[in-house]
């Protein structure tokens, strides 16, 4: 069973620029959860998505946004990109995201804003 | 919110046990501890989860104390590729399930 994808592996943007990443969970799996992580913040709640409703959000600003697809499929947006969002995004996946279910990662996104 | 409190480094030997403690003392009764782990600029690897009862897997096995405030995660036979940042989570209910982060502890596991 393949794992969860998120592509692309790396990508460099430059201050104002918007971004897109994606991630192909577990097959069967119709949670999508993404985290961003920095060396000063650590692992912080983006948002969670489930049946292409978004769930539950995190303390982000509203330039942080994602949908899902039908096929569980997901996709976040930064718009208007700043130093600060430099991160290492990170998509999990899991069943139906209940509260004893296994989260499994990607390998994750790392974004360079310059 | 339920928090975690873990030491923020350890050393073991390799093929020693390591034995990583993990404080959560406002954890609520219906939610559970997770431990991962993160190798560098990798996304974090499952490990083990429970409520009330000890769990063991293939991976590792996790002591929970009948009060449920504190944790210990095992790894029974160290070895070097075991050295990441291991995180012990509380799944919070009352946030529809999302994984609250603490700093985790790096064990570093040496020859």
């Known amino acids: 069973k393949a794992g969860v994808t998120q592509t692309p592996r790396y990508l460099i943007k430059t201050r104002g620029q918007q971004v897109t990443l994606s991630c192909s969970p577990i097959s069967g799996h119709r949670s999508v959860s993404w985290y961003q992580q920095t060396p000063g913040q650590g692992l912080q709640f983006l948002f969670e998505y489930f049946s292409e409703t978004q769930r539950n959000k995190g303390n982000f600003p509203g330039r942080f946004s994602g949908r899902q697809f039908s096929n569980s499929r997901s996709e976040m947006n930064v718009s208007t990109l700043e130093l600060g969002d430099s991160a290492l995004y990170l998509c999990?996946?899991?069943?139906?995201?209940?509260?004893?279910?296994?989260?499994?990662f990607g390998s994750g996104t790392q974004l360079s804003v310059l | 919110d339920a928090k975690t409190t873990q030491p923020p480094s350890m050393d073991c030997a390799e093929g020693r046990a390591a034995n990583l403690p993990c404080n959560h003392s406002t954890i609520s009764g219906n939610e559970y501890v997770y431990w991962y782990r993160q190798i560098h600029s990798q996304g974090p690897q499952y490990i083990i989860h429970?409520?009330?009862?000890?769990e063991t897997n293939e991976m590792a096995s996790l002591i929970i104390t009948e009060d449920r405030k504190s944790s210990t995660l095992i790894l029974p036979h160290a070895t070097l590729r075991d050295t990441a940042v291991y995180y012990c989570?509380?799944?919070?209910?009352?946030?529809?399930?999302?994984?609250?982060w603490g700093a985790g502890t790096k064990l570093i596991i040496k020859p």
């Open positions: 999990a996946s899991s069943l139906v995201g209940n509260l004893g279910e296994k989260l499994f």
């Open positions: 429970g409520l009330k009862n000890n």
């Open positions: 989570i509380v799944r919070v209910k009352n946030s529809n399930y999302q994984l609250i």
